[in-house]
């Protein structure tokens, strides 16, 4: 759940924002065509931003769960070219180490909230949460350890990508395909199928949504 929004009244240049989790909107940024979410169920102003705001996160971090589906492909296709246990376990290592030093630094910019968008994602790309990578390339512990740091940030590394049973889900399924097909980001198939036609009218009751 994005957080509480936070009117600003007019600045300098007669301009009003609000702000959610940080980020700042500007009021004509917002001024949408009517957008549904819900059968019956308008979006009103502020569900407008929250959706921009969802759109920006969702935009900024599919990329790094993009990558981690084909990193984790790439090692599994090597391995399975492997006989020796020590080889593999040699490979995992060097995978492992490019991995942490090509998402730590960036990873650490991310917001709560970007966080457990990216491990929604990262579900939705790979078939498995976050939880279950770690555990697979990891230690158990080092899985327990870092699922119960990231719930003191109010994050869960087994949060599953659900969009027919979570609203929010759907919204981040649908800003993704649009971005598929205005060639804003380049699509990558999800692990499991999805599908969306079926979603935009169990959500909406329409054959088109926010546009």
């Given at each position: 759940m994005l957080g509480q929004i936070e009117p600003i009244i007019k600045d300098s240049t007669a301009v009003e924002y609000y702000v959610i989790d940080g980020d700042s909107v500007a009021i004509p940024v917002i001024e949408l065509r009517e957008v549904v979410i819900?059968?019956?169920?308008?979006?009103?102003?502020?569900?407008?931003?929250?959706?921009?705001?969802?759109?920006?996160?969702?935009?900024?971090?599919?990329?790094?769960?993009?990558?981690?589906?084909?990193?984790?492909?790439?090692?599994?296709?090597?391995?399975a070219t492997l006989e020796k246990k020590s080889d593999k376990r040699a490979y995992a290592k060097i995978i492992h180490k490019y991995l942490e030093e090509e998402f730590a630094a960036e990873l650490k910019k991310l917001t709560r909230t970007e966080g457990q968008i990216l491990v929604k994602l990262i579900h939705r790309q790979t078939g498995k949460t976050t939880f279950q990578l770690i555990k697979e390339l990891r230690s158990g512990w080092r899985a327990f350890w870092f699922n119960n740091t990231a719930r003191l940030f109010d994050i869960s590394l087994k949060k599953e990508f659900e969009p027919a049973t979570e609203s929010e889900d759907f919204l981040i399924e649908d800003i993704l395909q649009k971005a598929f097909r205005s060639g804003q980001l380049v699509p990558q198939e999800p692990a499991f199928a999805i599908d969306y036609q079926k979603l935009r009218e169990q959500w909406t009751g329409k054959t088109t949504v926010l546009n």
């Open positions: 819900n059968k019956n169920k308008n979006f009103d102003k502020e569900a407008r931003i929250r959706y921009l705001i969802l759109k920006r996160k969702t935009l900024k971090v599919y990329p790094y769960a993009k990558l981690a589906a084909e990193r984790l492909v790439t090692l599994n296709e090597r391995l």
